[in-house]
């Protein structure tokens, strides 16, 4: 079954960190650039950050620079985004997405219209 599925999302107090997990199965992530975006209740999806098959160009959100750091590991079909100095604005449902070789960035802000696979999301809730 070809399918993208997230993990790693929970309850975590301001200050804190995550990492959440994408990985892949059925299909090989060799040839994608993996993308997180996320959804907050009431508000529009966000591209939050992208990383290209080759894993030599990154992009970040002007709103988790310095703090979110993304990753793959190929041979493992997984991708990784290590959240640190969370907020409570990261609050969000964090899901993980594919296009082939590169991300779509335009107007500095990550475009999912390229995206052809997504998966299911994991929620991520910032609080004391």
């Known amino acids: 079954q070809v399918q993208l599925v997230e993990s790693g999302g929970g309850l975590v107090q301001p200050g804190g960190s995550l990492r959440l997990s994408c990985a892949a199965s059925g299909f090989t992530l060799d040839y994608y650039a993996i993308a997180w975006f996320r959804q907050a209740p009431g508000e529009e999806r966000e591209g939050v950050s992208c990383?290209?098959?080759?894993?030599?160009?990154?992009y970040y959100a002007d709103s988790v620079k310095g703090r979110f750091t993304i990753s793959r590991d190929n041979a493992k079909n997984t991708v990784y985004l290590q959240m640190d100095s969370l907020k409570p604005e990261d609050t969000a449902v964090y899901y993980c997405?594919?296009?082939?070789?590169?991300?779509?960035?335009?107007?500095?802000?990550?475009?999912?219209?390229?995206?052809?696979?997504w998966g299911n999301g994991t929620l991520v809730t910032v609080s004391s």
């Open positions: 997405a594919t296009e082939l070789f590169f991300c779509t960035v335009r107007d500095n802000n990550l475009r999912d219209y390229g995206m052809s696979r």
């Open positions: 990383i290209s098959s080759r894993n030599d160009s990154t």
